[in-house]
């Protein structure tokens, strides 16, 4: 696949998220229903997180995003341990809106070049695209799981 292809379907999974995100309703979004670890905030900064730390130091670039989110955010963590409050939705959801100029643009013409960090088996930068598009598919799915489980919930009262 060609860059511009794999740019494209990285900018319509985007898209694919940040609808989703922008349609939720605000009382869903820090819900974590049964059986379930994380809620629609922890998704999106998750993916956030992933794709800063998984692209800009494997092309050699710093991370865009603080270092507070990759804190509250990396694989493992839940809001339930959280020690703070997290950054706002709408930050969380404007941020994932710039970051995917951010990558193209630092990433352009890079996608065949070696990652400067190891990352499991990934050797190009390409393969950490494949990884991050399946990564940001699969929080995606999980997500609308999770505003299924909220709603068809039984009212607390």
Not at 30 to 50: E, K, M, Q, T, Y
């Amino acid at each position: 696949m060609n860059e511009s292809k794999f740019f494209r379907q990285f900018r319509e999974l985007r898209e694919q998220t940040l609808s989703l995100a922008e349609s939720v309703s605000p009382d869903l979004i820090d819900i974590v229903p049964s059986g379930f670890n994380n809620s629609i905030r922890w998704n999106l900064g998750h993916i956030l997180v992933a794709w800063d730390h998984g692209i800009f130091p494997k092309i050699n670039e710093s991370r865009r995003i603080p270092q507070k989110y990759h804190f509250m955010f990396p694989k493992g963590s839940r809001p339930s341990a959280w020690t703070e409050e997290p950054p706002a939705y709408e930050e969380i959801v404007s941020r994932l809106r710039s970051q995917v100029d951010e990558i193209i643009t630092a990433s352009d013409g890079k996608l065949n070049d070696l990652v400067a960090q190891p990352f499991l088996r990934v050797k190009y930068v390409r393969g950490m695209f494949t990884f991050h598009l399946r990564e940001e598919e699969h929080h995606l799915n999980c997500m609308r799981r999770i505003i299924a489980a909220a709603e068809s919930a039984p009212a607390v009262e």
